[in-house]
């Protein structure tokens, strides 16, 4: 199994420690398209026009300025730099050491800058979403999409269980029939049922612990993760096809 997660665009930075290494992280056939974005967006993030490209405002300037440093910045271990809702639910600070290496082994976080990482990878804290257009690179991803497709070539016997949202799910487009997307519904007192967004990311994070704490990720088949995940909550499964991915919707009682 790989459980696949977006990051957070909370990001804690690092007070010491050595500039990233490209060769070190993860994936390392994905070092030159690293190199390049991370240049782009170096350049960008000095220029005046930094805020539009970056599609942010003002209020990150220190974090735009800090982007022109991208490689000189201190690194921090991927699961200390994402602190978003997501990561906090996962809470990888909390894992024995058995639990820690299982989550190395089957959390994939994609990221727009650095492609693919895992939580054991050490990288600065930096912005940019997967939503932004570079130019040189155009959007990115599109870009990742290009480079990311080996990952299911190397992955070829996994189950993806896909809890990214939308634009990182177009940077990395796993086989259909392989991977189960997770939703997250609240039932509500009149029995109907809506949408979760915000807390969606909380409940993918539950999910992801529960799965590497309840030592489950040796699980290859939909089916079988539906079972497990059952034990937790009250779920819903549609199965995927050559064409779809699956679906595995989590519902949560209301209050």
């Avoid at 994905?30 to 993030?45: G, M, N, P």
């Avoid at 000189?72 to 639990?99: C, I, M, N």
Wanted: aromatic share 8%; with cysteine.
């Amino acid at each position: 199994m790989k459980i696949l997660l977006p990051p957070s665009e909370g990001k804690a930075a690092a007070v010491a420690g050595e500039p990233v290494e490209l060769g070190d992280l993860s994936f390392a056939f994905l070092s030159d398209a690293r190199e390049r974005v991370a240049d782009v967006l170096a350049e960008v993030s000095a220029s005046e026009g930094a805020f539009d490209v970056l599609k942010v405002g003002a209020s990150l300037g220190a974090e735009v300025e800090r982007n022109t440093r991208v490689w000189e910045e201190p690194t921090w271990e991927v699961w200390r730099v994402y602190t978003g809702v997501l990561f906090e639910a996962l809470d990888v600070g909390s894992l024995s050491a058995q639990e820690f290496e299982r989550a190395v082994e089957s959390i994939v976080i994609v990221s727009a800058l650095w492609g693919a990482v895992r939580l054991d990878d050490v990288i600065p804290a930096y912005r940019l979403s997967m939503g932004v257009k570079l130019p040189g690179v155009g959007s990115l991803a599109t870009f990742w999409k290009a480079e990311l497709g080996r990952l299911n070539e190397l992955m070829s016997d996994e189950l993806f269980v896909d809890c990214r949202s939308a634009a990182y799910a177009k940077a990395w487009v796993t086989p259909a029939v392989k991977t189960v997307q997770v939703r997250v519904e609240k039932l509500l007192a009149d029995g109907s049922r809506k949408v979760v967004s915000h807390m969606a990311k909380h409940y993918r994070g539950e999910l992801a612990r529960f799965l590497v704490t309840e030592n489950l990720t040796h699980i290859a088949e939909p089916r079988q993760l539906f079972d497990a995940v059952q034990r937790r909550w009250q779920a819903e499964l549609v199965e995927p096809t050559e064409k779809k991915p699956g679906i595995l919707t989590l519902i949560i009682p209301e209050g």
